[in-house]
Nanobody, 123 residues
Framework: QVELVESGGGLVQAGGSLRVSCAASRTSARFVSFNDMGWYRQSPGQERELVATITYSGRTNIGDSVKGRFTISRDNAKDTVYLQMNSLKPEDTGVYYC??????????????WGKGTLVTVSS
C-alpha cells in the first residue's frame, strides 16, 4: 500500500550536520492522502522517541531534546519528508525511523513505518 524508504544516515563528528530523507511510495488504488509525517529515533537500550513531526500544511512539532538544532520539512509533491540535523551530539546516535499517517478510502490515519537509517555521532 504505502512504503517508506529512509536515506542519508551515516557517521558524523560531534558538531556536524546531516540530512536524512524519507520517500514514500504508494501502490494502493484506495490511497487518498498523506497526513502527518515524522521522524522518531531509537538509541541503544532506549525506547523509540519522537524527534519531529510535520502536518500536511507544514506545522511542526519538535522534540525537546533536539529543539533549536533539528528542522523537519516536507515536499508534498514528492511525498518526501526531510530532517536536517545540525550541531549533532553523541547522544543523537541511533536508528532514525520515518513514520507517515495516511488516509485510504475506507480507513483514516493508517500508520506506516520505514525500516530506519542509522545515524552515528562520534565524539
Amino acid at each position: 500500500q504505502v512504503e517508506l524508504v529512509e536515506s542519508g544516515g551515516g557517521l558524523v563528528q560531534a558538531g556536524g550536520s546531516l540530512r536524512v530523507s524519507c520517500a514514500a511510495s504508494r501502490t494502493s488504488a484506495r490511497f487518498v492522502s498523506f497526513n502527518d509525517m515524522g521522524w522518531y529515533r531509537q538509541s541503544p537500550g532506549q525506547e523509540r522517541e519522537l524527534v519531529a513531526t510535520i502536518t500536511y500544511s507544514g506545522r511542526t512539532n519538535i522534540g525537546d531534546s533536539v529543539k533549536g538544532r533539528f528542522t523537519i520539512s516536507r515536499d508534498n509533491a514528492k511525498d518526501t519528508v526531510y530532517l536536517q540535523m545540525n550541531s549533532l551530539k553523541p547522544e543523537d546516535t541511533g536508528v532514525y525511523y520515518c513514520n507517515a499517517l495516511f488516509d485510504m478510502t475506507d480507513r483514516y490515519d493508517v500508520s506506516v513505518w520505514g525500516k530506519g537509517t542509522l545515524v552515528t555521532v562520534s565524539s
